[in-house]
């Protein structure tokens, strides 16, 4: 550290003295230049003023005359004296010292008889520096010599030597004052942010991260390599609590998966295959802030699920672009390399025309599929028109992953959700060597409710071109296998979960999805405190809070909550004015008019409750309306007593396990309908049936009044399942089984004329 501060300090003085003189040496010619062109101007006029008597003098031959004028101009304080020369240069007459008339250059006298014009030259000898300045003299309209007139001009190089001392004195005070100054800023500025990193590293490499969270704002002057510190930190971070999580859970004989733990699973039991993930939903998007682009990450449990295994393949995730700049930030083949700050991946993205997003996502998806699974009495819509849509969609995207696949050995295909039931046969047309896995993420009904569909055989062919199929829960595997009993000719295996079609088996497993969790203990501020300052955003005050987030979706059974809030303060009044209802609800499929009607009835219902029994200083029920990032919700989950989750029906419900993975403090409650996958698993919520308002009703009253014992010990044992069942065990269930999978030859298209047809017809369409 010395030895560069000497170096740095070295560097300014040499650099600051190079550049001062540099410049002083300039500014003298520059200033010399000036000087010399007065004094050349003075002489000319004082010789212009002369060159008259001078010239009647010379042509009287009066020698005296020329003499006296020579004495006269000896009293100018800066004249040397004058000389004449005749036409031949001879000198005529002088009042200038012998020594130096006997150097003077003959150039200038020559110069002024021969042309007529004013010559100027610049003279030294000894310590003495003239100006000879030469002018012709003229008798009856010819050349009759030059008179010279000799000026001192010592005093400019004086001058030049006063600049050189000031200039010497200044770079003095300029290099004690840089030099200064700048040891002082780098000091403050490197080394102080330098020491802190190289402290902060030391503590993490102790393990004690936490103490050094606060001196990362120093590193802005150095950004690049902020972020690149930053990275390492959090990755260091995340290992070592992922480390001490495995060896507290192996003490106990337990197994903990992580994301490292999910990596070296895949590598391991995938050897040299390539994961390829298709979505709907992109992991990455690039938006346009302001006047920048930037790259951010969609909520999603997938995203943290599956992009660990993506990283350690070098894989590919395919889905729609959706972000407007999108399309500026792929090369020609519309891929682009993610995470932006460390590429492992890539991203391949699709694109739909407005019609094609309508009649697919819109109209088919969210209108058709979504309402037949889930059993919320909205009746499904089924258009011919999005039924040639989600056609189209799903031939574009199994074009999109087959291109992605060329020359790529045992690729692993993994499907999400219902926007792709077609996709699984399409690619194994294709590559009957690929295995192929589709996870639904929504329920699947019942053969008398799918039978609605107009289109459901061709949706359960879709489907069982893949090897794997996953539900969340066993009723749903159940449900899809008597489906394919009723309607198609397959041999199904209810034992061994399978469905044999045209020669090609398929297994059908339930793969309950959960979300990813911290093993260790956060150090949470005063949550008491952070809950009045939430509430006091709204203009609100409370001594306990209920949470519901959700989707603006009529599945997730808000209208119901709100009902069941409302009892509670009928039949419950000592909670008026103590406990308030925070509805987050993210709108969600805005173009489509059932949720629109879904939006006014929310709003009309808070403004209802609020009407009936807000005070002035307390509002029973909060809506917001809005799209909160994680660590929004994250902070309302844990200022809440109670979370409400009361689906009419749902495949999972991530949210109930999000309320439990945030709850680190081992307090909370929380209210879950019967109608969700997640009530499978979490026995210690308060499990109620969303219809029954009485109910629910009670169900908060009975988690607003339960000891802290009780809620301590089932918060506990519902978080230590989840710990053990999280979202990195579902990824390595799926993707493992498929892995393990019996892969039987099959040629879907000449096995099927239909999907052979309607592949050659999208062909050309898509062409």
């Not at 046969?425 to 039978?451: Q, S």
């Not at 093993?519 to 405190?529: F, L």
């Not at 009044?573 to 805005?590: C, F």
């Amino acid at each position: 550290m010395r030895s560069f501060r000497l170096r740095l300090i070295l560097a300014l003085i040499a650099g600051i003295t190079v550049v001062s003189l540099a410049s002083t040496y300039f500014e003298v010619l520059a200033h010399k230049h000036v000087l010399r062109r007065e004094l050349e101007v003075r002489t000319g006029w004082l010789g212009i003023s002369l060159q008259p008597f001078i010239e009647q003098a010379l042509a009287g031959s009066r020698t005296p005359q020329i003499e006296a004028l020579a004495d006269e101009l000896k009293r100018h304080d800066e004249a040397l004296g004058l000389a004449v020369y005749d036409a031949q240069g001879n000198l005529v007459s002088s009042s200038a010292p012998p020594e130096i008339v006997r150097v003077l250059s003959a150039g200038p006298i020559k110069s002024a008889i021969k042309h007529g014009a004013n010559a100027a030259a610049y003279g030294h000898t000894g310590n003495v520096d003239w100006l000879e300045q030469a002018i012709p003299l003229h008798a009856s309209g010819r050349a009759a010599g030059a008179l010279v007139i000799l000026e001192d001009a010592g005093y400019i190089r004086a001058e030049g030597a006063t600049v050189w001392r000031q200039t010497f004195l200044r770079i003095v005070v300029l290099v004690i004052l840089i030099v200064g100054v700048t040891v002082i800023m780098v000091r403050w500025f490197l080394m102080r942010p330098v020491s802190r990193l190289t402290e902060r590293l030391r503590r993490l490499r102790m393990g004690h991260p936490e103490q050094g969270t606060e001196d990362a704002g120093d590193l802005s002057l150095f950004s690049p390599i902020a972020r690149e510190v930053e990275t390492i930190t959090e990755s260091l971070m995340e290992a070592r609590a992922a480390a001490a999580a495995e060896a507290r859970l192996r003490e106990s004989g337990q197994s903990f998966w992580t994301a490292e733990r999910l990596t070296a699973h895949f590598r391991l039991r995938a050897g040299s295959s390539r994961i390829f993930v298709v979505s709907n939903r992109e992991p990455y998007m690039h938006v346009r802030q302001g006047k920048e682009t930037v790259c951010i990450v969609p909520p999603s449990g997938l995203v943290t699920a599956v992009e660990p295994v993506l990283r350690a393949c070098d894989g590919v995730w395919v889905a729609m672009g959706s972000g407007s700049e999108d399309k500026f930030t792929v090369d020609d083949k519309d891929c682009l390399r993610v995470p932006p700050e460390d590429p492992r991946y890539t991203l391949r993205r699709v694109w739909l025309s407005a019609e094609e997003e309508s009649g697919y996502y819109d109209g088919f998806a969210n209108e058709g599929l979504w309402p037949l699974c889930h059993i919320a009495h909205t009746r499904p819509i089924f258009r011919a028109s999005d039924w040639e849509s989600y056609q189209d969609v799903n031939q574009k995207f199994a074009q999109a992953v087959l291109e992605e696949m060329e020359g790529v050995v045992n690729p692993i295909v993994f499907v999400q959700d219902y926007h792709f039931a077609l996709l699984p046969r399409m690619i194994k047309a294709a590559r009957p060597d690929a295995r192929v896995a589709i996870f639904w993420h929504i329920p699947w009904p019942n053969p008398e409710a799918f039978g609605i569909c107009p289109w459901q055989a061709e949706l359960l062919e879709g489907l069982l071109g893949a090897d794997l199929i996953g539900f969340h829960i066993p009723l749903h595997c159940n449900n899809f296998l008597a489906t394919v009993d009723r309607v198609l000719e397959s041999r199904t295996d209810r034992e061994h979960m399978t469905v044999r079609r045209r020669g090609h088996t398929t297994t059908i497993r339930p793969y309950p999805v959960s979300v990813a969790m911290d093993p260790g203990r956060s150090d949470w501020a005063d949550w008491t405190d952070r809950r009045d300052e939430l509430l006091s955003e709204f203009g609100v005050r409370a001594e306990k809070v209920i949470v519901g987030v959700d989707r603006l979706d009529y599945t997730k059974g808000i209208v119901e909550r709100l009902m069941a809030f409302e009892r509670l303060l009928e039949v419950h009044p000592w909670h008026r004015e103590r406990v308030t209802m925070v509805q987050i609800a993210a709108p969600s499929r805005t173009r489509i008019p059932s949720y629109v009607d879904l939006r006014h009835h929310v709003e009309a219902m808070v403004e209802q409750i609020n009407l009936r029994f807000q005070t002035a200083h307390w509002r029973p029920v909060i809506l917001i309306e809005r799209q909160c990032n994680h660590d929004e919700v994250a902070a309302w989950y844990r200022a809440a007593d109670i979370c409400l989750v009361t689906s009419l029906h749902d495949g999972m419900n991530l949210v109930a396990k999000e309320y439990l993975a945030a709850r680190d403090d081992e307090d909370g409650v929380l209210v879950l309908s019967k109608f969700t996958g997640a009530a499978i698993e979490l026995r210690d919520a308060l499990i109620v049936n969303p219809y029954d308002i009485d109910g629910v009703a009670d169900a908060i009253h009975h988690g607003l009044e339960m000891p802290l014992a009780e809620r301590r010990m089932r918060m506990q044992r519902a978080r230590r399942y989840l710990m053990e069942h999280n979202v990195y065990l579902w990824a390595a269930s799926i993707l493992g089984d498929v892995r393990e999978l019996r892969i039987d030859n099959l040629d879907p298209l000449r096995s099927d004329p239909l999907l052979a047809k309607r592949s050659d017809a999208t062909q050309r369409k898509l062409a």
